[in-house]
């Protein structure tokens, strides 16, 4: 299905683009961005690649194996980009864009001949320009040349107009880049310095996304609350700041934000949580390690004391807070030790959910050179053992849900009848039949059981909006059980 502002201009032939997107939320941002930008030149979204004109992968360098994806996928398109020539079905141009294709341009060029552009994240908007080149002469590549601030600027452009969004949920990008330099991480390298984007420019994007039905934004940023945009007001805002200013807008009811760094959790930011309804309850707060000795040598900057005492402050301003986090097992010089000591933060902390991976050396990295590598089998039952202590505590946080009367936010269809799934104020998918008339809505869901990912629950009284969100409101309500 196609919207009116899908369609090309009059003159315009239609085109069929298709966008497939690995790794974070900033990509599934970036990609819709990319479907922006190349809306005015008359390509329309389709859902497969056999449909497309133009095929862009846009790419994720966090991980070998993404990676590795990446040039998997290459090699089907190119098989597909010569039968569609030799059927007469027309010529099919190929895109890599993001993280991997900035870190890795001229290897794809080299790999992968099918290839006709490689565009890295601080440059997509200049795809138009691009596939004009590449229609003369293959093989243009633009990497890192370009500053977001430019970028930005570009996609405020009158000629590319609203964005795309459908549903009551959106990304928002406010803040890119990495000062940290973890030395595990090649974000960095790929996506930068730490910059943000004015305050005005994310309020006047967010108020837009209002005016289209969009209740709930996720603020987007590599380390996000390290946000320090200018202000319409001439002033450094903060996240907090940026969170205020948000709450105002009639019609977004709901904030979120990730991904963030300890470091750069602010009592400002704390407080906000505190006094704002619209702050969602759930906060991911990546620590990727319980061992001192190991975030030491990640270069995280804190220890795990300075992370507890974090916590205690965040849940001391809101009880309700639900935690999620992100693992690495299997660094270099990782003891059974330091592997106890993660065990033993994520049984302090309790998450109601969290990401763990073995490490994966990248390349310019100063951990890939580090001495000491565990085996693969040693990280892969410590994995396991994590993974399986992360899943009895989601499904524990779940099944806690159970009686609870929540306020859910409606965002599409289920696979039966008249079902609907909507978001609870914790992030968790909520399952309810007879609600798909509720789309868009925030509705009272009395939660009946808790699942591994999930809710069940069944409507309390759909003609209630529930517009405060936080439990002791919902309490106050007379609609927490």
Not at 413 to 423: L, N, P, V, W
Not at 463 to 469: G, H, I, P, T
Request: a negative charge.
């Amino acid at each position: 299905m196609i919207d009116a502002e899908d369609k090309p201009t009059a003159g315009q032939a239609e085109k069929r683009l298709f966008i497939k997107t690995y790794g974070c939320q900033m990509n599934v941002y970036d990609s819709e961005r990319m479907a922006d930008v190349l809306r005015p030149l008359g390509y329309a979204p389709t859902d497969t690649p056999e449909d497309a004109d133009f095929v862009i992968l846009n790419t994720c360098h966090i991980r070998e194996k993404a990676a590795e994806k990446v040039y998997s996928e290459l090699g089907k398109l190119r098989v597909l980009k010569e039968e569609k020539a030799l059927d007469g079905r027309g010529a099919m141009t190929i895109a890599v864009a993001g993280c991997v294709a900035q870190a890795e341009g001229e290897e794809i060029m080299r790999r992968q001949p099918a290839v006709d552009l490689v565009v890295g994240p601080q440059a997509y908007h200049q795809l138009p320009e691009l596939l004009t080149r590449t229609a003369r002469a293959r093989g243009e590549r633009i990497g890192a040349d370009f500053a977001p601030n430019a970028k930005f600027d570009a996609l405020t452009n009158d000629k590319i107009g609203a964005r795309g969004v459908k549903g009551p949920t959106a990304f928002l990008t406010v803040q890119e880049g990495c000062d940290k330099f973890c030395t595990f991480c090649v974000v960095p390298y790929t996506r930068g310095a730490e910059w943000s984007r004015p305050a005005a420019d994310i309020l006047t994007e967010a108020r837009e996304l209002a005016a289209r039905g969009v209740r709930e934004v996720t603020l987007l940023g590599q380390n996000v609350n390290a946000y320090d945009g200018a202000g319409p007001d001439g002033a450094v805002w903060t996240l907090a700041r940026l969170a205020y200013g948000l709450a105002e807008i009639e019609g977004l009811d709901r904030i979120r934000y990730t991904t963030s760094h300890p470091n750069d959790m602010g009592d400002d930011l704390i407080a906000a949580h505190a006094e704002l309804d619209a702050m969602m309850p759930y906060l991911h707060l990546p620590v990727q390690s319980g061992s001192d000795r190991l975030l030491r040598l990640m270069n995280r900057k804190h220890g795990r004391q300075k992370y507890f005492d974090l916590i205690d402050r965040i849940r001391a301003a809101r009880p309700d807070m639900a935690l999620s986090g992100d693992f690495i097992v299997g660094f270099p010089g990782e003891t059974d030790r330091d592997f106890e000591d993660t065990l033993d933060l994520v049984r302090r902390v309790n998450y109601a959910s969290a990401f763990s991976f073995i490490y994966s050396p990248r390349p310019g990295t100063p951990a890939a050179t580090m001495a000491a590598q565990v085996e693969p089998h040693v990280a892969s039952a410590r994995l396991q053992a994590l993974q399986a202590l992360l899943f009895e505590q989601q499904v524990a946080f779940n099944q806690s849900q159970a009686g609870k009367v929540l306020p859910v936010l409606f965002e599409r269809k289920g696979r039966h009848g008249r079902q609907a799934i909507g978001r609870s104020p914790y992030l968790q998918s909520v399952y309810v039949e007879d609600a798909d008339h509720l789309m868009g809505r925030i509705v009272p869901v009395r939660v009946e059981r808790g699942q591994q990912n999930s809710l069940t629950g069944a409507l309390v009284d759909e003609s209630l909006d529930a517009l405060k969100q936080r439990a002791p409101a919902a309490q106050a309500l007379g609609l927490q059980a």
